[in-house]
């Protein structure tokens, strides 16, 4: 059974930092892309970043470029987000979500194809 | 970026009637691969979001089949055959044909 498991959310002040992990089970870790996808109270869905099997190629959403950095560690099947000079529009529940292949790198740039399975989230409050 | 847009916002369903929700992209969401990445996902309150249905019509594992996807190029539908009251939730169509991923603004389906 696939599960995902995200931690390191909290309450932080702007222009802090704050490191989430997604603990995966369930399935062969490194052959997957993986993504951040967040979701601000009240709003609807929005993607954040996505990291190929292999950790060797990472995107971001524009929104966060040059301040959020995703990373896995596939001897440990976990994914991180370190997030750096956080802003109140920041303020979401942050979800892990496991591609259903790897990341396809095209000329028209990277394929996620679909989410398959979602985690629970982790709550980060940006405010003073 | 693609813009997903859905229609209705919110949809109030009597239980055991059919529902149907719809989503329009901005540009075809037809791959150089032949295929259509467009998704549903389904999210009940309080809970994350789940797959329904990827490349329009086919239907995630475990997803009962009162639920069904048709569409292409930019017009899409998600259908449920006979509402039950597990069905209550926000809907979203999300787009993975063009980086970056895209989501539709969501719909609320309520029973009335």
């Known amino acids: 059974e696939v599960q995902l498991l995200e931690s390191g959310g909290g309450l932080v002040q702007p222009g802090g930092s704050l490191r989430l992990s997604c603990a995966a089970s369930?399935?062969?870790?490194?052959?997957?892309?993986m993504s951040w996808v967040r979701q601000a109270p009240g709003k609807g869905l929005e993607w954040v970043s996505v990291?190929?099997?292999?950790?060797?190629?990472?995107y971001y959403a524009d929104s966060v470029k040059g301040r959020f950095t995703i990373s896995r560690d596939n001897s440990k099947n976990t994914l991180y987000l370190q997030m750096n000079s956080l802003r109140a529009e920041d303020t979401a529940i942050y979800y892990c979500?496991?591609?259903?292949?790897?990341?396809?790198?095209?000329?028209?740039?990277?394929?996620?194809?679909?989410?398959?399975?979602w985690g629970q989230g982790t709550l980060v409050t940006v405010s003073s | 970026d693609i813009v997903m847009t859905q229609t209705p916002l919110s949809s109030p369903v009597t239980l055991g009637q059919p529902a149907s929700i719809s989503c329009r992209s901005s540009?075809?969401?037809?791959?150089?691969?032949?295929?259509?990445?467009l998704s549903w996902l389904q999210q009940r309150p309080g809970q994350p979001p789940r797959l329904l249905i990827y490349?329009?019509?086919k239907r995630f594992s475990g997803v009962p089949d009162r639920f069904s996807g048709s569409g292409a190029g930019t017009d899409f539908t998600l259908k449920i055959s006979r509402v039950e009251a597990e069905d209550v939730g926000v809907y979203y169509c999300?787009?993975?044909?063009?980086?970056?991923?895209?989501f539709g603004q969501g719909t609320r389906l309520e029973i009335k």
């Open positions: 979500a496991k591609s259903r292949k790897d990341l396809d790198i095209g000329s028209s740039g990277p394929l996620i194809y679909y989410f398959d399975y």
């Open positions: 540009q075809s969401l037809v791959h150089s691969d032949g295929n259509t990445y």
């Open positions: 999300m787009q993975a044909t063009q980086f970056p991923v895209t």
């Open positions: 990291i190929s099997g292999s950790g060797g190629s990472t």
């Open positions: 369930g399935f062969t870790f490194s052959t997957y892309a």
């Open positions: 490349k329009i019509s």
